[in-house]
């Protein structure tokens, strides 16, 4: 079994920074992919970034191309995300997703989530 832990979430005010952390722990697995996907209310689960842990390769949505930067600990199983020039519509519920190969499955793996409040 496999599971995601997240930390870093808070409350800050627009322009300031917050980085997150997601470390997966269990063993005998590889990650394929590990990212970050929000969820404000009353809006559904949107994708941030996501980053393969093979090659380094990345994906950002648009919304935080330039602000938000991911990467990886591959000897430590955790990515982290770093928020910049942070906004008030950055404000949602951060989720860690894996994508993981076990010896006998390939599934996808959450954290539990994180809040992250911007406001003045």
């Known amino acids: 079994q496999v599971q995601l832990v997240e930390s870093g979430g808070g409350l800050v005010q627009p322009g300031e920074s917050l980085r997150l952390s997601c470390a997966a722990s269990?063993?005998?697995?590889?990650?394929?992919?590990m990212g970050w996907y929000r969820q404000a209310p009353g809006k559904q689960r949107e994708l941030v970034t996501v980053?393969?842990?093979?090659?380094?390769?990345?994906y950002y949505a648009d919304s935080v191309k330039g602000r938000f930067t991911i990467s990886r600990d591959n000897a430590k199983n955790t990515v982290y995300l770093q928020m910049n020039s942070l906004k008030p519509e950055d404000t949602a519920v951060y989720y860690c997703?894996?994508?993981?190969?076990?010896?006998?499955?390939?599934?996808?793996?959450w954290g539990q989530g994180t809040q992250v409040t911007v406001t003045s």
């Open positions: 997703n894996a994508v993981i190969t076990t010896r006998t499955t390939l599934q996808t793996y």
């Open positions: 269990g063993s005998n697995f590889y990650i394929n992919t």
């Open positions: 980053i393969n842990t093979g090659d380094g390769s990345t």
